[in-house]
């Protein structure tokens, strides 16, 4: 444990009282030194919720004292051509709760008003899943799925598993890859139809085999190259999974020409966060 002072509130501000928060890969790989944007000494945490404790006389706010709130990390700045063209997640100077500033891994922390979401009916632990459920919503927006759609989802941790189950909400057929037993069975609980340990397509992309859409949600170079072999031809292949820096994937362009390959990436959680906050309270878990 590290004793820090009392975070200070600055205008449009609020102060939390953390009540939950999650430990995410990512905060790992800023342990270990593996993510270049993240400041250095920084406490962790960016998937948190807590009750407002405190609010800036200065700041303008629907929150009360005592509400439970998700906290989006993502800090834009609102003026670059990302944020401007309704892509603040990009935006070039993002400022991160948990990885470029202090985040929930302490009992308090001061963040601005737009970074929190309202929560309703549901507990604190729960409501902390808002920012990776967030980061899923987005990933399934940008998979594009279809009602009937095959979908297969790489993977059965945390992430995999919220895939899985917006996938089976939305109406596809969702088979679930993971070596692990105890996952795969949990992904069956998430709404996979089937779950395997080794994807076989069983005949050529081209003449029809395969997936709609594939999700990579592990991070690693050989599944993320897996992943292109596995959608059929007109397929989409959106890669979740964090690889680590420097990591490269060999890509066949002849492949991806003749199957019409769409290779897509996630990045964060564009405007998700709302409907990730709604989730949670329709569900109720």
């Known amino acids: 444990m590290v004793e820090k002072p009392m ?13 939950a928060s999650g430990i995410c890969g990512t905060d790992l790989h800023i342990c270990k030194g593996e993510t270049p944007h ?16 405190d609010i800036h006389p200065e700041t303008v706010t629907l929150a009360k004292v005592g509400d439970l709130v998700a906290i989006d990390p993502n800090i834009p ?30 009992k308090y922390v001061a963040v601005p008003s737009s970074a929190i ?26 998979g594009a799925i279809k009602s009937g759609d095959r979908v297969l989802v790489i993977g059965a941790g945390p992430i995999g598993l919220m895939v899985t189950a917006l996938c089976a909400t939305g109406g596809a057929h969702v088979t679930v890859s993971e070596l692990n037993q105890m ?15 080794k994807v076989d397509i069983g005949g050529d ?30 397929g989409t292949v959106v890669w979740v999974g964090v690889a680590k820096p420097g990591v ?23 405007f998700g966060m709302d409907r990730a906050v709604k989730i949670l309270a329709d569900n109720k878990k």
């Open 248 to 270: 490269t994937v060999p890509v066949s362009p002849f492949m991806v020409y003749r199957h019409e390959l769409t290779i897509k990436s996630t990045y964060t959680n564009a």
């Open 77 to 106: 700045c609102n003026q670059c051509t990302f944020c401007r063209n309704k892509k603040y997640h990009l935006c070039p100077t993002l400022r991160c709760i948990g990885v470029t500033c202090n985040g929930g891994m302490a």
């Open 183 to 197: 996952r795969r069975e949990k992904a069956l609980e998430f709404g996979a139809s089937v779950t395997t340990d």
């Open 38 to 53: 993240a400041n250095n000494k920084v406490t962790i945490g960016h998937e948190f919720a807590g009750y407002v404790e």
């Open 117 to 142: 979401f309202i929560t309703h009916g549901i507990s604190p632990e729960v409501a902390s899943l808002a920012e990776p459920l967030s980061c899923v919503v987005h990933a399934v927006d940008t």
């Open 7 to 19: 975070p200070t509130m600055s205008p449009g501000d609020v102060l939390i009282r953390v009540a």
């Open 205 to 234: 992309p081209i003449k029809g085999f395969g997936f709609d859409v594939v999700f990579e949600c592990v991070g690693l170079p050989t599944t993320m190259e897996a992943a292109l072999g596995y959608a059929k031809a007109g």
